[in-house]
């Protein structure tokens, strides 16, 4: 069955850094652009990160360009979101999301498979 899980959330405070991760079994990994969203309350789900099959191509949304960066391990079946210089208004829960076919992309509608999200939380 296919399995998407996320780990590595927590509480941190505002201009630090967290590493969100995400496992993913039940298709074939390497063939796989994979996306990070966010839901925090009272807002819609929001775009994060993108990035291609092999990790050499990454998209970000302007509101954490610079500061998050996204990265993947085929062999471990695995995809990484680093979030350095948090601020509280990056708190939300943080889902990964698998994208079967194609090229990364922004649309949710993209992507077929989705985490349960894990919480970040950033106080001031």
């Known amino acids: 069955q296919v399995h998407v899980g996320e780990s590595g959330g927590g509480l941190v405070q505002a201009g630090g850094s967290l590493r969100v991760s995400c496992a993913a079994s039940g298709f074939a990994f390497s063939s796989v652009a994979m996306g990070w969203f966010r839901h925090a309350p009272g807002r819609v789900r929001e775009f994060v990160a993108t990035?291609?099959?092999?990790?050499?191509?990454?998209d970000y949304a302007e509101s954490v360009k610079g500061r998050f960066t996204i990265s993947r391990d085929n062999a471990k079946r695995t995809v990484y979101l680093q979030m350095n210089s948090l601020k509280p208004e990056d708190t939300a829960v943080y889902y990964c999301?698998?994208?079967?076919?194609?090229?990364?992309?922004?649309?949710?509608?993209?992507?077929?498979?989705w985490g349960q999200g894990i919480q970040v939380t950033v106080s001031s």
């Open positions: 999301a698998v994208r079967r076919f194609g090229t990364p992309g922004q649309s949710p509608n993209y992507y077929d498979y």
């Open positions: 990035i291609n099959w092999s990790g050499s191509s990454a």
